[in-house]
């Protein structure tokens, strides 16, 4: 091994060039909060905007297939909605991700001020108007969140970090089981695993409750958790690049 001159910076690679697989990783951490977030802003569409998705859109695919076949009273156009606000995110973050993709910290702080911004908007939007469910004001804010989850999802899938989605958990359930132990597995990324699973079903419960108060609470909540992430993680990501 060849020894490093005195005086000279040890090389580390940039946070964003590996996957992080160990929760003390700062990637892992903001990761996580993400995926809190997720939580919040899926308990606000789902709980008070009519049975839809902002974040999960299986479950928005499963919930138009039912709609459609008018099966009890579950909504179309909603869903319709959160898909297309969804996909139109994620192009804008695919072309995020291919013009800033290699420049990790740049990449990230540009995706989150842009959810922050769009949970933020849409925070604004059930704040001055009577947002209930099949109006057009809950629209807005379904395609505002849902916006907000596509452009999230394109980064994170830039990112490439195994069982942190930060939006679906089915499998990184399925890895939890099947590589366990009592499956015959090594049990490698069960703590990883679970925390992600412990985060959304906390930023859910939390959303629930907030929700209780209006809209707006848990809205402010994924807002301020976008923007802290941007101020925070950052410029960790910015001194270890």
């Not at 076949?69 to 156009?77: D, I, K, N, T």
């Not at 359930?173 to 132990?181: E, M």
């Amino acid at each position: 091994m060849s020894a490093v001159p005195a005086g000279a910076r040890p090389h580390r690679e940039p946070i964003g060039a590996r996957p992080a697989s160990s929760l003390r990783h700062p990637l892992a951490r903001a990761l996580l909060v993400m995926t809190f977030t997720t939580g919040l802003v899926d308990a606000v569409s789902y709980l008070g905007l009519g049975r839809v998705f902002a974040a999960n859109m299986t479950g928005n695919i499963v919930l138009l297939g039912f709609g459609i076949a008018g099966s009890a009273g579950l909504p179309v156009v909603a869903p319709l909605v959160s898909l297309g606000a969804f996909l139109a995110g994620s192009a804008a973050g695919g072309m995020l991700a291919r013009t800033t993709g290699d420049r990790h910290p740049q990449h990230i702080a540009r995706a989150l001020w842009i959810e922050s911004a769009l949970v933020f908007a849409a925070a604004i939007v059930a704040a001055a108007t009577d947002v209930r469910p099949s109006t057009f004001s809950a629209d807005a804010v379904i395609a505002l969140l849902a916006l907000a989850m596509g452009v999230r999802n394109a980064t994170v899938r830039r990112l490439g970090v195994p069982d942190l989605t930060t939006t679906v958990l089915t499998m990184t359930l399925t890895g939890l089981a099947a590589d366990s132990r009592i499956a015959g597995g090594s049990g490698e990324g069960s703590v990883r695993r679970i925390a992600a699973v412990l985060a959304m079903l906390s930023g859910a419960v939390a959303g629930a409750l907030l929700l209780k108060i209006s809209l707006v609470p848990p809205l402010l909540a994924a807002a301020a958790l976008a923007l802290l992430l941007a101020l925070v993680y950052v410029p960790i990501a910015r001194r270890r690049g």
